[in-house]
């Protein structure tokens, strides 16, 4: 069965950094696109970054364009995001998933930016 395993959460000031990663089990990733999803209380899901199988083509929700930076380890099967720049309306549990969303989500990592 896949698993998504999302760490590198955490409580950190407005403007600080974070480094996420998520880890995939059970069913090689390298041959699929994956993102980085967040959900914040009371909103939908969304989609905030993603990169292709190769990393040659990576993509940005515009609130976060410039200030993070997605990669990806396929030797590994780890994808990871990497967030400077930090802003309370970051505040949001983060998942990883093939993109699109093709397996169960993970338990995500709480991301929590206070001001």
């Known amino acids: 069965q896949v698993q998504l395993v999302e760490s590198g959460g955490g409580l950190v000031q407005a403007g600080g950094s974070l480094r996420l990663s998520c880890a995939a089990s059970?069913?090689?990733?390298?041959?699929?696109?994956m993102g980085w999803f967040r959900q914040a209380p009371g909103k939908e899901r969304d989609l905030v970054a993603a990169?292709?199988?190769?990393?040659?083509?990576?993509y940005y929700a515009d609130s976060v364009k410039g200030r993070f930076t997605i990669s990806r380890d396929n030797a590994k099967n780890t994808v990871y995001l990497q967030m400077n720049s930090l802003k309370p309306e970051d505040t949001a549990v983060y998942y990883c998933?093939?993109?699109?969303?093709?397996?169960?989500w993970g338990q995500g990592t709480q991301v929590t930016v206070s001001s």
């Open positions: 998933n093939a993109n699109p969303p093709t397996t169960p």
């Open positions: 990169i292709s199988w190769s990393s040659g083509t990576t």
């Open positions: 059970g069913r090689t990733f390298s041959s699929y696109a």
